[in-house]
């Protein structure tokens, strides 16, 4: 299956300070890519949905301007936390979809490894 | 809005046992389901993939089937191995081609 890497895979940072996470698809092209945020005992929570070339779509009640995304090639998304607080720790992951299937008749996503962030 | 609710939310067994992960979900206007596992502090792994015009799937010991109509879905893991401890997740995709997650099944496989 398609290959999603995520660097770093953890992070520590001081609080007020930002940071940058990197979701790459190694050996396929990505046009839309999904960012998660999962709490301990928790499911995924769909962030945002980045699209390369345009502007994130972001889901009800995520910050836009901490949650800075931007998707600027077909093989790279980027999240940049800014502003980072205690309560922004959390297990950060990303996705990216491709079209599979007979035909290329439907997505399907594949997940990176996730970014461990805590914030001092 | 897509719910998604997973029964057991945690299950223990001892090896060697077949075991059955409920899914089922509130919206049955979807294009496909997937099932993942997730291993503590990692990220996500592909199991099964189910398009809406298909009943199950079938992946080595693991059997996914799906009932759009009344929205549920399971898989089905054979002669169940201590490497199948894990999270397992369902995630139906609907029309904007999100994925929502349900809590997930804690799987502990005894040895």
């Known amino acids: 299956g398609a290959v999603v890497s995520q660097h770093p895979s953890w992070v520590i940072c001081k609080s007020g300070t930002s940071v940058k996470i990197e979701c790459r698809s190694l050996d396929f092209q990505a046009t839309t890519m999904f960012w998660y945020r999962q709490f301990p005992k928790q499911s995924l929570m769909l962030m945002a949905t980045s699209n390369e070339g345009s502007k994130a779509t972001y889901e009800q009640g995520v910050e836009k301007d901490k949650f800075l995304i931007n998707h600027a090639s077909l093989t790279l998304s980027t999240l940049t936390v800014t502003s980072a607080h205690p309560e922004d720790s959390s297990f950060y992951i990303c996705s990216a979809r491709e079209l599979t299937g007979t035909s290329g008749s439907f997505y399907e996503q594949y997940f990176g490894p996730g970014t461990r962030l805590t914030v001092t | 809005k897509q719910e998604v609710t997973q029964i057991p939310a945690a299950l223990s067994v001892p090896e060697g046992e077949n075991l059955v992960l409920n899914c089922s979900f509130t919206?049955?206007?979807?294009?496909?389901l997937q099932w993942f596992r997730q291993d503590p502090g990692k990220g996500l792994t592909s199991l099964l993939l189910i398009q809406s015009s298909q009943r199950e799937q079938t992946s080595g010991r693991l059997n996914a089937s799906l009932d759009k109509s009344s929205g549920r879905s399971t898989l089905y893991i054979a002669a169940s191995q201590p490497g199948d401890s894990a999270t397992y997740l369902c995630?139906?995709?609907?029309?904007?081609?999100?994925?929502?997650f349900g809590k997930g099944t804690k799987l502990t496989v005894n040895p």
């Open positions: 995630a139906p995709q609907g029309g904007s081609e999100k994925l929502v």
């Open positions: 919206d049955s206007a979807i294009y496909n």
